[in-house]
């Protein structure tokens, strides 16, 4: 089937039928071959692309960064700081503006409603960096990594541990049941995704003979897992206050040797990153310093194990999005 991308935003899953994200892992794959055998592919000379960016990052930003030099694009760079949108200027207004100079605009921040009233108005491809609700392009790496893992993504077994209401849950449930990947989430009740959200998935995994199962034990969670993957339990964005309640509700969804060995022999470890392992960051000391806990969502003897895909996961980022950069402007997409 022949699937043309030109023109298009990338702002959701939902928005892109499964032929269109095989198309999509199946470029980043033939760029990942290019860039580890130096084969120069700059088939995008003289763009101009914006990053828009109202919450930090580094995987994110360094890999459309990367991957738009790669491509021979030139990149704007704003911070959280630096622009004038919402404070000053509209949403519409500053898609109108950013639209009339560039050829493609990313955009990482708040509610998803954001990203659809800049791609309405922009009039060039919009890409979702990362909302509150969903994180479209980290999934595009997550299910790269799983392919070279394993070979395959149907009939796969993904266990999602911890709060099942942020943008890596939904946007994990929603790429699993377009690719045919079984979904469970392990988490308790109240952080359950929204019933609409997986009604929705749950007619598409029945089109695509997976299933989205909600399970509030762990280890019954995660029994016959192939794929274990956790995130912070708390996002950006949210209130400092929220740290309490989360740390009661998600310390028994750590992700650590007992749920790993839980887990298929061949089971690999995911994270979107950055995590909570060790203490060697502010949040994680300060953390420690209030609550008494080491490491959060994974225990740092799992995150440094030889199943931890993460490292891959993050640098796939780079190749994911230079296809998804590639596909919706290029003219020679096919
Ligand atoms: N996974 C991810 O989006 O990382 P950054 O927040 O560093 O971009
Ligand atoms: N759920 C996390 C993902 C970070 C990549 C957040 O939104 O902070």
Not at 187 to 209: R, T, V, Y
Not at 214 to 221: G, H, K, L
């Amino acid at each position: 089937m022949k699937i043309n991308l030109k023109g298009r935003n990338f702002l959701k899953l939902l928005d892109y039928t499964p032929e269109e994200i095989r198309y999509l892992l199946d470029l980043s794959k033939d760029f990942k071959l290019k860039k580890q055998n130096n084969i120069e592919h700059k088939y995008l000379t003289g763009k101009n692309i914006v990053l828009l960016f109202e919450k930090t990052s580094t995987r994110t930003r360094c890999a459309f960064e990367v991957a738009g030099y790669d491509l021979g694009i030139n990149v704007t760079y704003l911070d959280p700081n630096s622009s004038q949108m919402g404070k000053k200027e509209s949403i519409e207004d500053t898609a109108k503006v950013l639209g009339r100079m560039y050829d493609g605009i990313e955009y990482r921040g708040f509610e998803q409603y954001i990203v659809e009233m800049l791609a309405k108005n922009a009039h060039v491809p919009v890409w979702n960096g990362l909302t509150n609700e969903f994180h479209p392009t980290q999934m595009l790496a997550d299910l790269m990594t799983i392919e070279e893992n394993f070979g395959y993504l149907k009939g796969i077994n993904l266990v999602f541990c911890g709060d099942g209401r942020n943008n890596v849950a939904n946007s994990l449930m929603v790429a699993s049941a377009k690719m045919g990947i079984n979904f469970t989430l392990a988490s308790p009740k109240e952080l359950w995704p929204q019933q609409d959200l997986i009604d929705i998935c749950k007619d598409i995994a029945s089109i695509n003979n997976s299933k989205i199962n909600f399970e509030e034990d762990i280890m019954v969670a995660t029994k016959n897992a192939d794929v274990i993957y956790t995130d912070v339990w708390v996002s950006m964005g949210e209130a400092d206050e929220v740290w309490a309640s989360r740390i009661k509700l998600l310390s028994k969804y750590q992700v650590n040797k007992d749920v790993m060995n839980n887990a298929n022999p061949q089971a690999i470890f995911l994270h979107c990153l950055p995590s909570f392992h060790d203490l060697n960051t502010t949040i994680g000391k300060d953390i420690n310093e209030k609550f008494g806990l080491k490491e959060m969502e994974v225990t740092d003897e799992v995150f440094r194990s030889n199943q931890s895909k993460v490292f891959d996961e993050a640098e796939n980022r780079m190749h994911t999005i230079k296809a998804v950069v590639y596909a919706t402007l290029s003219d020679n997409d096919e």
